[in-house]
């Protein structure tokens, strides 16, 4: 199992800067990939970036540019540095890992809100 703890969420105004982190600890060694996924209301979760093990990163289209996800392997630690932040990408911001087994794990969440 894998548990996962985030922090780093809050409220921002627009152009500005958040970073958030992930903290894993358990079986992290069967972990292949770790990410951040967002869901606004009313709208389906979606991928926002993932780093796999070998240090391979994607992003959505929407936030190139503006996201960088990176990971302090000494940690067990994995963040994602949020710029030039837009109202629409306010949402609730969740980690995720997955193991060698395909099985998922997902984090409590964290509240990302961008407004003035």
């Known amino acids: 199992q894998v548990q996962l703890v985030e922090s780093g969420g809050g409220l921002v105004q627009p152009g500005g800067s958040l970073r958030l982190s992930c903290a894993a600890s358990?079986?992290?060694?069967?972990?292949?990939?770790m990410g951040w996924y967002r869901q606004a209301p009313g709208k389906q979760r979606e991928l926002v970036a993932i780093?796999?093990?070998?240090?391979?990163?994607v992003y959505a289209d929407s936030v190139k540019g503006r996201f960088t996800i990176s990971r302090d392997s000494a940690k067990d630690t994995v963040y994602l540095q949020m710029n030039s932040l837009k109202p629409e990408d306010t949402a609730v911001y969740y980690c995720?890992?997955?193991?060698?087994?395909?099985?998922?794990?997902w984090g409590q969440g964290t509240q990302v809100t961008v407004s003035s």
């Open positions: 995720n890992a997955r193991l060698f087994s395909n099985i998922n794990y």
């Open positions: 358990g079986s992290i060694n069967s972990i292949v990939v």
């Open positions: 780093i796999t093990s070998t240090g391979n990163r």
